[in-house]
């Protein structure tokens, strides 16, 4: 594979975006997580939900912290790897980032503070306001996130006007079709990535000692957690890949395994499994057209009906949604495995076999990895294009040369490997040693 400006560019790109999404996505989760506790003591004195409150908490402010400090470096490349880009869709994406930015500073402005230091300084019931406000302040940040994510999947509400972007319906902008599904996977990528993070840490806690009833309480919420996301996952995937057949036929061709090529003997490598002509699809295809793209005729659309200057990567594609389906499929047996111990030996993690502590133990990042792979098969079905079939990566690129891409790519990926590594660093602590509270001269308890 060569190395092009373009590749270097991508990758930087791409790596500053996943690290955001990865922390946004969490805390995103965490905070309606930490409402939920929050609300549970509050509605009836609970030294467990409290006790979970407080450790999650740690969780949550090391997240939020790391999803804006990330967002910093995606914003900045936005002007300094893609300079023209702005000039073409800032009429769409100016304000969306705008409405965006302002949500996320009003909410760590007036509402942060008090519900990461003021639960002592303040009534119970305007503390769990203060919650709830800073997890719905979040979600509207990511709505807005979303709402550009998606409209460049599939771009609606615009017209092209000398090379820019103009706005007819906002309303088409904003409710675009792929909002929808584009939220939804947000959402349970945020879930899947919480929920295996919380029986992993319990696992791991119950592999040392006994817990306490905080610990247990979070090991429950957890698997609950994982079990509904899991679910909601296999609808979500049918339309996603629905979204790319209409959108993006190609790469929908591509995740499922649908090559329209006349040549029978693929060559080696080739993601193909049906060769049938361009324009036609076998009966083999057939349980698969609800997924692939068809032309006004009727014709199933693959990757054979597109120049490779247009193409995403068909075989990154292909396999990328083969391990996905297989990580999600293992994700599911460990689950239900846990559950059936449960429903025999009870609730505490302490009962399980030792060897199912140690699976969860090291599928703690499990969620976090199917989050990043379902992102980037989204992202790179969209590929070549920023703005499906209507503006190229390449035709925005800057003119830096390879070496300072390549500079700069070295740079990122060394700072983002110090801040994952303080992230697990705290996260370790946190579990290890719990959250010992301390009380400040002159605070009453």
């Not at 930015?101 to 402005?109: N, P, Y």
């Given at each position: 594979m060569e190395i092009t400006a373009l590749w270097l560019a991508r990758a930087q790109f791409a790596l500053s975006l996943n690290v955001h999404v990865l922390f946004a996505a969490l805390a995103m989760f965490l905070g309606w997580l930490l409402f939920f506790l929050?609300?549970?003591?509050?509605?009836s004195p609970d030294t467990a939900a409290l006790a979970a409150y407080r450790f999650w908490g740690r969780f949550f402010a090391l997240s939020f912290f790391l999803a804006f400090a990330s967002a910093v470096p995606v914003l900045a490349e936005i002007g300094i790897l893609w300079p023209p880009l702005m000039a073409r869709i800032g009429n769409v994406a100016g304000p969306l980032l705008a409405?965006?930015?302002?949500?996320l500073f009003v909410t760590k402005s007036v509402?942060?503070?008090v519900m990461l230091f003021g639960q002592r300084r303040v009534s119970e019931s305007a503390h769990?306001?203060?919650?709830?406000?800073v997890a719905l302040g979040l979600t509207a940040t990511v709505f807005w996130g979303v709402v550009l994510q998606s409209w460049t999947h599939a771009p609606e509400g615009i017209a092209l006007i000398d090379g820019r972007f103009q706005v007819v319906d906002w309303g088409e902008i904003i409710l675009n079709p792929g909002l929808g599904w584009?939220?939804?996977q947000f959402a349970c990528g945020g879930a899947l990535t919480g929920g295996f993070l919380m029986i992993g840490v319990s696992a791991w806690q119950a592999c040392r000692r006994p817990l306490v009833e905080g610990e247990r309480l979070s090991f429950r919420v957890g698997l609950g957690v994982v079990l509904a996301a899991l679910v909601a996952q296999a609808c979500i995937l049918d339309g996603v890949l629905r979204l790319e057949a209409r959108f993006a036929p190609a790469a929908a061709a591509a995740m499922v395994g649908y090559d329209g090529r006349g040549d029978s003997s693929p060559e080696p490598g080739a993601f193909e499994l049906s060769a049938t002509r361009p324009g036609t699809a076998r009966a083999g295809t057939e349980p698969l057209s609800r997924w692939l793209g068809r032309s006004a005729q009727g014709d199933v659309i693959g990757p054979a009906d597109f120049s490779p200057s247009r193409l995403p990567p068909v075989g990154a594609l292909y396999w990328m949604t083969r391990v996905i389906l297989a990580l999600w499929g293992a994700m599911a047996l460990l689950a239900i495995a846990v559950t059936a111990v449960m429903a025999v030996r009870g609730a505490d993690p302490v009962a399980q076999p030792r060897v199912l502590l140690r699976l969860l133990a090291g599928?703690?990042?499990?969620?976090?990895l199917s989050w990043l792979l379902c992102w980037n098969l989204i992202e790179a079905g969209r590929s070549p294009y920023f703005v499906a079939g209507m503006l190229l990566q390449e035709d925005v690129l800057t003119d830096a040369s390879p070496g300072a891409l390549a500079a700069g790519l070295a740079a990122s990926a060394f700072v983002y490997a110090l801040l994952l590594g303080g992230f697990v660093r705290l996260a370790y602590h946190a579990a290890r040693y719990g959250v010992v509270p301390v009380r400040k001269a002159g605070v009453k308890s």
């Amino acid at each position: 594979m060569e190395i092009t400006a373009l590749w270097l560019a991508r990758a930087q790109f791409a790596l500053s975006l996943n690290v955001h999404v990865l922390f946004a996505a969490l805390a995103m989760f965490l905070g309606w997580l930490l409402f939920f506790l929050r609300w549970k003591q509050w509605r009836s004195p609970d030294t467990a939900a409290l006790a979970a409150y407080r450790f999650w908490g740690r969780f949550f402010a090391l997240s939020f912290f790391l999803a804006f400090a990330s967002a910093v470096p995606v914003l900045a490349e936005i002007g300094i790897l893609w300079p023209p880009l702005m000039a073409r869709i800032g009429n769409v994406a100016g304000p969306l980032l705008a409405f965006g930015i302002t949500t996320l500073f009003v909410t760590k402005s007036v509402f942060m503070g008090v519900m990461l230091f003021g639960q002592r300084r303040v009534s119970e019931s305007a503390h769990l306001i203060s919650v709830f406000m800073v997890a719905l302040g979040l979600t509207a940040t990511v709505f807005w996130g979303v709402v550009l994510q998606s409209w460049t999947h599939a771009p609606e509400g615009i017209a092209l006007i000398d090379g820019r972007f103009q706005v007819v319906d906002w309303g088409e902008i904003i409710l675009n079709p792929g909002l929808g599904w584009c939220l939804a996977q947000f959402a349970c990528g945020g879930a899947l990535t919480g929920g295996f993070l919380m029986i992993g840490v319990s696992a791991w806690q119950a592999c040392r000692r006994p817990l306490v009833e905080g610990e247990r309480l979070s090991f429950r919420v957890g698997l609950g957690v994982v079990l509904a996301a899991l679910v909601a996952q296999a609808c979500i995937l049918d339309g996603v890949l629905r979204l790319e057949a209409r959108f993006a036929p190609a790469a929908a061709a591509a995740m499922v395994g649908y090559d329209g090529r006349g040549d029978s003997s693929p060559e080696p490598g080739a993601f193909e499994l049906s060769a049938t002509r361009p324009g036609t699809a076998r009966a083999g295809t057939e349980p698969l057209s609800r997924w692939l793209g068809r032309s006004a005729q009727g014709d199933v659309i693959g990757p054979a009906d597109f120049s490779p200057s247009r193409l995403p990567p068909v075989g990154a594609l292909y396999w990328m949604t083969r391990v996905i389906l297989a990580l999600w499929g293992a994700m599911a047996l460990l689950a239900i495995a846990v559950t059936a111990v449960m429903a025999v030996r009870g609730a505490d993690p302490v009962a399980q076999p030792r060897v199912l502590l140690r699976l969860l133990a090291g599928a703690t990042c499990a969620g976090a990895l199917s989050w990043l792979l379902c992102w980037n098969l989204i992202e790179a079905g969209r590929s070549p294009y920023f703005v499906a079939g209507m503006l190229l990566q390449e035709d925005v690129l800057t003119d830096a040369s390879p070496g300072a891409l390549a500079a700069g790519l070295a740079a990122s990926a060394f700072v983002y490997a110090l801040l994952l590594g303080g992230f697990v660093r705290l996260a370790y602590h946190a579990a290890r040693y719990g959250v010992v509270p301390v009380r400040k001269a002159g605070v009453k308890s």
